[in-house]
């Protein structure tokens, strides 16, 4: 099995949440062509779950991949370059989606005892697929329902055979935000004949930037970050509306509803300084992904052992990852597997080592293998 080829096929079909129909069919498609006597394969929206027959089973151990790419327009010069205009695998999905067919693909041809379920999810970017993915295994197929369940992430400053991970919180409690505000645009020489949302959305981004340090408890941790910030439609007329889209990033629950009192009371104030109306909306929310303290600990020091496989703890991270949905109801591990790139994750340029795509089935195969 070419899991190169298979990385290469699916890095140039990127798709965003609930949109990955290609990627889909794609899968689909491989996953017929494995021998069927121990298979059982169900399409959910436009994401998979494939079930391996133990050979004694006893509970259902779960892995996750998520499939979804990134509204980012590729800039690797890679001769496998996205063929989607504007759309890219940035963050490394494209090489959980191999790991997670190189995994099925031993997992067939050396069954282990328990059965496995291996869940190909959309969405992860947003809005989010593993909550409803979770509700539908739970209401539907509780026949494909983990009795403990593991993912990973590539982490492009670890070198390949290196993973990490920690007991406990590994990433943060995220929310999406989007504000809208809206004024009385207008010519560009009558600035006092209107409320310029340009500027009133500058005001805002600044005076946002202030509740990470100024109300956030210096011994808790927060981000705020606007990564999209549009206005107007051309030089010479006054902005009736502009938009900021950005995301909020806490370790708990207690902390985001914090934030979002302080957001609420900043843009009050941007309507009555700048006579306009603001409209807030946090689009999906994640929670945090707690690693069970057994599992990880389980995890670490299988992968100590594990030859050509060098384990870390790792720091928690303010990265979101809906996989928190899974780790909130079943015990579960999520860890970092090292894939050296010279550009982060969500970048244009990301370069995941594919040397990953050799060493990482086999481990997870020994890994599932003695749980
Ligand atoms: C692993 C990773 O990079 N995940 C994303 C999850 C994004 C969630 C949501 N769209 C948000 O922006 O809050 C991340 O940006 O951490």
Redesign the pocket.
Known sequence: MDLVEIRRDLHKIPEIGFQETKTQAYLINLLDAFPQERLEIVRWRTGIAVKVKGLNPGRTIGWRTDIDGLPITEETGFDFQSEHPGYMHA?GHDIHMAIAIGFLDKLVNDPIDEDAVILFQPA???PGGALPLLEWLKQERTDFLPDEIYAL?IAPDLPVGTVGTRPGLLFAN???LFIDLHGKGGHAAYPHLTQDMAVAAAALLLQLQTIVSRNVNPMDSAVLTVGKLSAGTVQNIIAEHARLEG?IRTLNNDSMQKMKQRIEAICRSIEEGYECRLSIDYG?S?LEVNNDDQLAEKFLGFAGSAEGIQAIRSEAAM???DFGYFTAEIPGLMFWAGVDSSHG??HAKLNPDERILDIMPAFLHQFFKQL
């Open positions: 963050c992860e970017e947003g992430h995220t929310s999406e995301t999906s994640y990265t979101g990852e994750l969500h």
